[in-house]
């Protein structure tokens, strides 16, 4: 197994998921929310996040996976699972990992705005600093990153280290 430098410790994410968590909390009182995680790279962040929001709330999960294998998004996106649920008139917040391009993201978006939801926000436990290239808005950011690639919770480099409890980056290999 490669080495790999801790960038954002175990208890930095879960301090960071409690404040979102908080924040969600508050802000979709007496709403009707759905969180929708995107898999793979979500499940760790929907896990942890969702202990940390106590209002009522229904959980989905979408899964979307790029065209190709590269490690650079191409901004065409293929719909591998759909939400279960309907979504029209509901509160909609997607949970991703990271937000690279921002292309899986907006594709994403613009998927499920002709559902009409009643909103739909993002939550993001990672950002990749100054590479999006998609407009977004992100009510909910984790962390801004540079532009290396990360590893663990969640986030894998060819299938592997999702299961990391901690962000870190590969060295060598
Ligand atoms: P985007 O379309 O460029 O924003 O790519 C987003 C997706 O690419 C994420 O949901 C991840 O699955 C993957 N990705 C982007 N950067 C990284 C990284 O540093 N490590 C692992 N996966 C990444
Ligand atoms: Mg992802």
């Known amino acids: 197994m490669a080495d790999i430098r801790t960038l954002i410790t175990a208890e930095a994410i879960d301090q960071k998921l409690a404040e979102i968590g908080e924040a969600v909390s508050a802000d979709y009182r007496g709403k009707d929310l759905i969180v929708v995680g995107v898999l793979k790279g979500a499940f760790m962040v929907m896990a942890d996040l969702a202990r940390h929001i106590d209002i009522p709330v229904e959980f989905d999960f979408m899964a979307v996976s790029s065209y ?3 490690t ?8 591998l699972k759909d939400l279960d649920q309907e979504i029209a008139g509901r509160h909609v917040l997607i949970v991703e990992d990271i937000i690279d391009s921002g292309l899986t993201l907006n594709y994403l978006m613009k998927s499920l705005r002709v559902r009409k939801p009643a909103s739909l926000e993002v939550a993001s436990l990672l950002l990749k600093s100054g590479v999006q290239r998609a407009e977004l808005t992100i009510k909910y950011p984790g962390f801004t990153i540079g532009p290396e690639f990360v590893v663990g919770y969640g986030l894998d480099y060819a299938g592997k280290y999702r299961n990391l409890p901690f962000v ?6």
């Open 72 to 79: 650079q998004s191409s901004g065409v996106v293929r719909i």
């Open 68 to 70: 190709g294998a590269s």
């Open 168 to 173: 870190g980056v590969l060295e060598g290999d």
